[in-house]
């Protein structure tokens, strides 16, 4: 049974940074595609960032793009979510998700079986 678990969320001001760690057992993320999605008050879950298995390609929501990078440690079969730059409507709680597949459409929840519980970002001066 895969289990993934995240961890790192608090409170930010605007303009810093925060790390988000997911861990996983059961299965290994150098060899399977894992992502980042959030979800808003009031919002339906959207896409963040996913990285393939193997060669590691990595993608992004384009709101997101050039502010956080999506990172994995093999040996410690975690992936992270750097967010830099942080702005308010990145309050969100965020999930991360394990695939049984090495790539795909990454950008889709159905593409992860595999979910943690979520930890909540709350970015506000």
């Known amino acids: 049974q895969v289990q993934v678990v995240e961890s790192g969320g608090g409170l930010v001001q605007p303009g810093r940074s925060l790390k988000l760690s997911c861990a996983a057992s059961?299965?290994?993320?150098?060899?399977?595609?894992s992502g980042w999605f959030r979800q808003a008050p009031g919002k339906e879950r959207e896409f963040v960032a996913g990285?393939?298995?193997?060669?590691?390609?990595?993608y992004y929501a384009e709101s997101v793009k050039g502010r956080f990078t999506i990172s994995r440690d093999n040996a410690k079969n975690t992936v992270y979510l750097q967010m830099n730059s942080l702005k308010p409507e990145d309050t969100a709680v965020y999930y991360c998700?394990?695939?049984?597949?090495?790539?795909?459409?990454?950008?889709?929840?159905?593409?992860?079986?595999?979910w943690g519980q979520g930890t909540q970002v709350t970015v506000s001066s």
């Open positions: 998700a394990a695939s049984q597949w090495v790539y795909g459409n990454l950008f889709r929840e159905t593409f992860y079986e595999s």
């Open positions: 059961g299965r290994t993320f150098s060899s399977h595609a």
């Open positions: 990285v393939t298995g193997g060669a590691g390609i990595t």
